[in-house]
């Protein structure tokens, strides 16, 4: 990430006060979710969030106030995308890429049934069909 960084101007989210002269910050969940009022109040351009796996419930209070940035490009890092659902994937990657893959309810139609019947041990070949499609689309 430095030095891909190193294009654009940057400050490592460590302390309550902010350089309004940075156009992207880098900062964990935690201190992401501590001050989402003083973060959300600046205008970055690019925000980084290091454990996005835990914006996992889209209905929780912290997917929607993290939700609230108003920056362009957010970027997640994880190494736990599917913990437990493709729900969770759905959500963050709806908070990276807000609303490019259509709604909840799209996703769980297009992508989870799919996923889900073709991963069964006595799916049908059609599903398994199915849901190659649903991987390839």
């Not at 501590?34 to 419930?57: A, G, Q, Y």
Request: proline share 4%.
């Amino acid at each position: 990430i430095l030095e891909w960084a190193a294009l654009m101007p940057f400050v490592p989210h460590v302390a309550s006060r902010y350089p309004l002269t940075h156009s992207s910050v880098i900062t964990s969940f935690d201190l992401a979710r501590r001050d989402i009022e003083h973060l959300d109040s600046l205008p970055w351009t690019c925000i980084f969030i290091d454990e996005v796996h835990r914006v996992k419930n889209e209905s929780s209070k912290v997917t929607n106030a993290f939700h609230r940035f108003a920056c362009k490009r957010r970027f997640g890092l994880t190494g736990t995308t599917i913990q437990n659902s493709y729900k969770e994937m759905w959500t963050i990657l709806d908070w990276t890429n807000p609303g490019a893959l259509g709604t909840s309810r799209q996703w769980n139609g297009f992508i989870v049934k799919p996923l889900t019947a073709g991963q069964s041990a006595s799916a049908t070949e059609e599903e398994r069909a199915n849901a190659q499609v649903s991987c390839d689309a």
